[in-house]
């Protein structure tokens, strides 16, 4: 680490993780309420469980996002953040909005839209704290000794996402209409901009990870994100298959979605092939390990398993399934989740100066959490799939199916064990780094890396 | 091969015309959106019922257009399946309707209230939607091999057609049994039988005994209790008459007052 306000990261990916855990609880509530043990439905309703879980999702991969921008930018513009103090600020007032909205569910307090739950009233201060965000690395950007397509790329991403958060807010009288809009923030986030974040971040880590080339690594992201940005923008699209929008939305959105793993595929092409071209084998293999992870499994969860029911003929029974819950489970993992862990696995030796990256927990926490989402994944397709045959195809009564795939609920929960196991254990390595050192911040990035490793 | 900058010109580039096709595209569907929604018919009454419908959070269980949480049916169609009667009961006390299944909250609306929500869904149901929810397409396919989607058919005289007396759409009854051809779109598929030929199977006392209370009779039934919370118990008694009246063997004496009173 070079500069001290780099530091800040830490505590952004520690609020993080706790967040992952909560978010975790609240899946394993609704985990056994689908399974008959809805014992807490008085207090925690299902919608209340599911708000909690998708927000904090949301919520802690930002964290990690913003830790992650506070810890790149400062080294790409080489120089100290604008203002360090800000960010705390920033840092403690975005959890605060978070954990306002989060008890505020749990007393019918929502804006009712799937993703977009927080309150209006919570929307400004997000968004005013998210401006206090992109100023404070715009600015550092801006006043820096150099810009590189890494930086500027990443910043884009989280000026675009930033942006695109607005349509979300307007109001419409019609179903249809609001519908069309929150797909902006929802689709356009994670099958646009989010993945500008993402390529940028694999960028870097490529680039400190694999030693190849920087002009070579960027061009690549290039073209990447602007596949993404040629196939998702008009792959919106198959979200206005079904909801009232003309007609014409099946052909473009099923053309362009159906393009859409493309970019999902150059992403692991391009990472493994930088991996096996580089010359330079940095010693933290966790950190390879969960950046080399998230391009697979990305391409996995969101290029495949989107493709499978992307074309209108098969969203048609598939549409509000569980069919979609075994996509979103594993894409929103593979591409956000695990960029966010590679990121952490990476920066925590340099911020904390302990090289705890060729360890038993550390590998156990990478493989024991991929398998279990692979499980996790895989309960959710055959849950998903047997029901869209009996209900959509044969006909039979909602609850009636529902009876039918619970036993799949009983095998989710076991996967998600196996996962949390995984997840619990990354925890504990996190926690064994300790707090981040002044030390560390003075050695050189490239001295602290050829320091021989501790366990 | 590429050069970074021709890789940044294809990025921007790209990025530009596609986002420039995207809010074209925008600009013609709100145009076209009004009349595919049938903006017109959303009423003070629907907006009302948006309302309620966000700021309860149902699509963190429901699905409505096939948007939201698969914890419980999707609801874009309910109006049309179950009647407006029935879901006015049904938003009352859900659990009633469903006993010892999954739960949905307990919300204390006001009628006014229950009719915004209704009248919400009712616009949903008439969104032109791109044919979803599609027909099963496997449904004729089983129902002509034979498979029973619950209803047990049985043999015996052919039911009287007569016209359906309010108590079983009040009742809501005709949410889930079909009578006279009329309803039960989705009761037939947890097992509610069509109505017309009960008098096959059960006697006047015995439907009398079974609406009163059907777990008394059969613990594990889907039918809920309705006596107290759509009906009272002269219906009852009402509904049981007209049922064994459809008898054509036996409606002879009874279904023929008119006649017999006439003096000769
Ligand atoms: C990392 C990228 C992705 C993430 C995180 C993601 C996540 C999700 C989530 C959470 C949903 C449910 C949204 C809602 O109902 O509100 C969804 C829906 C959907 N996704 Fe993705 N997705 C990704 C990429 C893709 C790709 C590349 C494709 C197509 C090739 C795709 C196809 C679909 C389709 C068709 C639906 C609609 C399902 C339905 O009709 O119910 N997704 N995705
Ligand atoms: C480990 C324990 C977990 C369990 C038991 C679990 C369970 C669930 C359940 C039951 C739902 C609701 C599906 C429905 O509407 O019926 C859900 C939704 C969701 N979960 Fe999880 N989850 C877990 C972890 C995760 C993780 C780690 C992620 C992200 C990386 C995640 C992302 C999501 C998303 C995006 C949705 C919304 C899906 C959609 O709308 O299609 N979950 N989860
Ligand atoms: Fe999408």
Redesign the pocket.
């Known amino acids: 680490m070079k500069f001290q306000s780099q530091k800040i990261a830490y505590w952004f990916f520690a609020a993080a993780m706790l967040l992952l855990v909560l978010q975790v609880v609240y899946g394993f509530i609704m985990g056994f309420a689908r399974i008959g043990m809805d014992g807490l439905h008085g207090w925690i309703p299902f919608n209340t469980a599911r708000a909690v879980h998708t927000n904090l999702l949301v919520v802690w991969l930002l964290l990690g996002f913003m830790g992650s921008a506070y810890f790149i930018i400062p080294e790409e513009a080489d120089r100290e953040l604008m203002w360090p103090k800000l960010a705390w600020v920033q840092l403690i007032s975005f959890l605060v909005v978070g954990v306002i909205a989060i008890v505020g569910y749990h007393f019918n307090y929502w804006e009712g839209r799937k993703f977009l739950e927080i309150p209006r009233p919570l929307d400004y201060l997000v968004v005013i704290n998210v401006l206090a965000f992109l100023a404070n690395i715009g600015l550092t950007i801006w006043n820096g000794k150099r810009y590189t397509t890494t930086a500027i790329v990443l910043y884009f991403g989280l000026l675009a996402a930033a942006l695109l958060y607005l349509p979300g807010m307007i109001d419409f009288d019609n179903q249809t209409l609001d519908s069309f809009y929150r797909w902006w923030v929802v689709?356009l986030w994670v099958?646009g901009v989010w993945e500008l974040i993402m390529g940028a971040l694999l960028c870097y880590l490529l680039i400190k990870l694999t030693g190849v080339d920087r002009e070579v690594v960027e061009k690549w992201l290039y073209i990447i994100v602007g596949l993404t940005f040629l196939s998702g923008i008009l792959?919106?699209g198959?979200?206005y298959y079904y909801i009232g929008a003309p007609r014409y939305w099946l052909m473009i959105g099923g053309i362009f979605s159906a393009l859409e793993p493309l970019a999902f595929l150059g992403m692991a092409i391009y990472a493994l092939s930088m991996a096996k071209k580089g010359g330079r084998r940095h010693p933290n293999k966790a950190a390879l390990n969960w950046t080399l992870g998230s391009a697979i499994m990305s391409f996995v969860g969101a290029g495949f398993l989107g493709f499978a029911h992307t074309l209108p003929q098969v969203n048609m029974y598939t549409h509000g399934t569980l069919v979609t819950a075994m996509h979103g489970h594993m894409a929103f993992w593979g591409a956000y989740a695990m960029i966010n862990l590679a990121m952490i696995a990476y920066v925590l030796p340099i911020l904390t100066g302990r090289k705890l990256w060729d360890n038993a927990a550390s590998s156990y926490a990478f493989w024991l959490s991929n398998i279990g989402m692979v499980a996790m994944t895989g309960a959710f397709a055959v849950a998903g799939i047997t029901q869209v045959n009996l209900e959509r195809r044969m006909g039979l009564d909602f609850l009636a199916v529902q009876k039918e795939i619970e036993i799949h609920f009983v095998g989710l929960i076991l996967a998600a064990c196996l996962f949390f196991l995984g997840i619990c254990l990354y925890i504990y390595n996190f926690w064994r780094h300790g707090l981040p050192t002044d030390e560390a911040a003075q050695s050189d990035v490239r001295a602290a890396e050829d320091l021989p490793t501790v366990s | 091969m590429l050069t970074k900058l021709q890789a940044k010109v294809f990025f921007l580039g790209g990025t530009a015309v596609f986002f420039g096709i995207f809010l074209v595209l925008t600009i013609d569907t709100h145009l076209k959106v009004p009349f595919q929604t049938n903006a017109k018919d959303i009423t003070s009454a629907v907006i009302a019922g948006k309302r309620i419908w966000e700021s309860n959070n149902c699509m963190g269980c429901h699905t409505l257009f096939g948007e939201g949480a698969y914890y419980a049916p999707e609801l874009t169609k309910v109006v049309e399946n179950r009647g407006k009667d029935w879901l006015k009961v049904f938003i009352k006390n859900p659990a009633a309707m469903f006993p010892g299944q999954r739960k949905m909250v307990h919300y204390n609306f006001t009628d006014e209230q229950i009719d915004h929500v209704i009248a919400f869904l009712e616009w949903c149901g008439r969104v032109d939607l791109n044919g979803f929810p599609a027909e099963p397409p496997l449904r004729d396919a089983l129902q002509a091999m034979g498979t029973p989607t619950g209803v047990v058919a049985s043999n015996g005289p052919t039911p009287l057609q007569k016209p359906v007396p309010a108590v079983f759409t009040t009742g809501t009854c005709i949410g889930c049994h079909q009578i006279q051809g009329q309803g039960g779109a989705a009761g037939a598929l947890i097992g509610a039988p069509p109505l017309d030929d009960v008098f096959r199977r059960k006697t006047r006392d015995q439907i009398i005994e079974w609406i009163s209370d059907p777990a008394k009779v059969k613990p594990d039934t889907k039918m809920p209790k309705l006596v107290g919370i759509a009906i009272t118990d002269a219906q009852v008694i009402e509904i049981a008459d007209w049922l064994v009246s459809l008898n054509p063997e036996t409606a002879a004496p009874t279904a023929a007052p008119a006649p017999a009173a006439q003096p000769k």
Do not use: K, Q
Request: proline share 0%; charged share 15%.
């Open positions: 689709h099958e792959g919106t198959h979200h």
